[in-house]
Structures are given as structure tokens and as C-alpha cells.
């Protein structure tokens, strides 16, 4: 199925710390199959490629936690839809076993 389920929140999956939205590819592409709409929004300057931000490590290093809230605040507020009912933040990696969720279906 590729086409939107209109009426669903929209997925929010927000990567940890030393990640980038990278690391939820194939939860995005997973969930996108199913026609939800997802979302991997980046920390402020971690739009970059990991391999970027090897080089460019201030970046991490200057990153805030007040900054990174208030960005992503920015971003679920900007949705047009409803609020999402359905998030995941790892707080150690993006395996299943260290995720923080909020009424995620995680895939079988």
C-alpha cells in the first residue's frame, strides 16, 4: 500500500544523540509503505551526513538540549495534521529494545 492513510497522525521518529535521522531509514521507509506519513526531523545542524558531522564534531559538541526541544517543538507544531500520537526516540539506538514510544506499532 502506497497511498496516504489521510486520517492517521503522522509518525514522528526523532533520533538520539551522536545519531542522525539516518538511523531511521528503514522504519521510515517501512511505515511510508503502509501510506502513513513520517517523519525524521534532524537536531539543529545535524541535517549533515554523519560523515559530516565526523568532521565537523563542534557541531555535537555546541548542540543544547533547550535548543533541540524548542526546534523540534517547532517541527510537530508545524504539522498540518493532528498532533502525532505516534513517536519513538531511542535512548540508546534505534533497536526496538531502547526505545521510549508513544502508542508505536512497532512492525512484526
Known amino acids: 500500500m502506497t497511498e496516504s492513510i489521510n486520517n492517521a497522525p503522522?509518525?514522528?521518529?526523532?533520533?538520539?544523540?551522536?545519531?542522525t535521522p539516518r538511523s531511521w531509514d528503514r522504519w521510515v521507509e517501512y511505515y511510508?509503505?503502509?501510506?502513513?506519513h513520517v517523519i525524521a526531523p534532524a537536531y539543529p545542524g545535524f541535517e549533515i551526513e554523519v560523515e559530516a558531522l565526523r568532521e565537523k564534531p563542534e557541531i555535537i559538541a555546541e548542540a543544547t538540549v533547550p535548543a533541540t526541544l524548542e526546534h523540534l517543538v517547532d517541527v510537530v507544531e508545524?504539522?498540518?495534521?493532528?498532533?502525532?500520537?505516534?513517536?519513538?526516540?531511542?535512548?540508546?539506538?534505534p533497536s526496538p529494545s531502547s526505545w521510549s514510544t508513544g502508542a508505536l506499532a512497532r512492525p512484526p
Not at 503522522?10 to 545519531?19: E, T
Not at 498540518?80 to 539506538?93: K, N
Open 78 to 93: 508545524g504539522l498540518s495534521a493532528s498532533p502525532p500520537s505516534s513517536w519513538a526516540t531511542p535512548s540508546a539506538g
Open 32 to 36: 511510508r509503505a503502509k501510506g502513513y
Open 10 to 19: 503522522p509518525i514522528v521518529l526523532i533520533h538520539g544523540l551522536w545519531m
